[in-house]
């Protein structure tokens, strides 16, 4: 490493980035989520090898939102073979917004992938189908993931997101049409928001993801996640897609798979040696943490990480 890792060292790049406190947005297309303070600002760091670092707001719980689509991403990977996934949603960068209609309906149906709204609605689709009890399952893999026995959902926020999910609703619909969803759509947008609405802090997070920098297992599970290639497989689908239509900017600023979501979280992963989750609510104009991406530019480059 260029720099040894402390707390002190991330404590500074938290300074460091602070001043953009007021250039992003709360997203208030949720209404719950507007009642969060755009001042929080926390980083933690989970490493293969076992040590953990933190920042900052790294112990307070947010609403995890888009971070949920890697979750359940990896779960119908452990339920289903790779060409029952792959052929209900695509494997490439959409280049627009996340809860965007167009290209579903020039592609049939089919979401290019599986981090925008389309594609995780489809993967929740795929898990209502093969799971007994799809929310209680998750909230067993989350906990086991995170060593966290009590992660849970926010009610408030899944239903405040259940009132406003006109777009999410359509979506389904028109997947529903081209004949590329199976379920009953209001039970699976139910479980959809309530995977959004988990709440976790950065520490939690960090942990819970640690699986994707090591291959697929890490030092704190009893057993791998993953295989080694499945792992491969969806760090490269968070590099090209988990940060939308600035997926490119973000490879340009910091070069790490990630994933964001708009409660201001960002998880990404320096393969074979750390599982990072920031948090910031204000995000840009994709949707994406403003001070959070900016602080994972300022720690990539101080430790000289980068997969590219
Ligand atoms: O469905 C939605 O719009 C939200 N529950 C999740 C969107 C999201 O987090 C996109 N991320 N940047």
Not at 138 to 157: C, G, H, N, Q, Y
Not at 255 to 261: I, Q, T
Request: contains cysteine; proline residues 5%.
């Amino acid at each position: 490493m260029a720099t040894v890792m402390d707390n002190d060292v991330l404590e500074a790049l938290l300074e460091q980035v602070r001043p953009l406190k007021g250039q992003g947005k709360v997203a208030d297309y949720i209404p719950a989520l507007v009642t969060v303070s755009g001042d929080k600002l926390g980083i933690a760091i989970c490493t293969v090898s076992g040590e953990q670092f933190q920042a900052g707001d790294a112990d307070e719980r947010f609403s995890i939102q888009s971070l949920s689509k890697v979750l359940s991403l990896v779960v119908a990977m452990n339920h289903y073979e790779e060409d029952e996934i792959w052929t209900r949603v695509g494997k490439d960068p959409s280049g627009q917004p996340f809860n965007s209609l167009l290209q579903l309906e020039i592609e049939q149906g089919k979401p290019r992938n599986p981090f925008i709204n389309a594609g995780a609605l489809v993967v929740c689709d795929m898990l209502q189908s093969r799971l007994s009890a799809p929310r209680q399952r998750m909230l067993e893999i989350v906990r086991k993931l995170s060593a966290t026995p009590d992660i849970a959902f926010d009610s408030v926020v899944a239903r405040s997101e259940f009132e406003h999910s006109a777009r999410n609703a359509a979506i389904a619909w028109l997947m529903k049409s081209f004949g590329n969803f199976n379920n009953d759509v209001a039970t699976v947008l139910q479980n959809y928001f309530h995977y959004c609405a988990l709440k976790m802090s950065c520490v939690e997070l960090a942990r819970t993801f640690l699986f994707l920098a090591d291959k697929g297992t890490a030092p704190h599970l009893a057993e791998p996640v993953l295989t080694p290639q499945q792992t491969r497989q969806v760090n490269a689908l968070m590099a090209t897609s988990g940060m939308y239509q600035n997926a490119g900017e973000f490879a340009w600023r910091v070069g790490l798979p990630a994933k964001s979501g708009v409660g201001g979280g960002i998880v990404a992963i320096v393969p074979q040696e750390m599982a990072i989750a920031v948090w910031s609510p204000e995000l840009d104009e994709a949707g994406n943490s403003l001070a959070g991406i900016a602080l994972l530019e300022a720690l990539t480059q101080q430790l000289g990480r980068s997969v590219y």
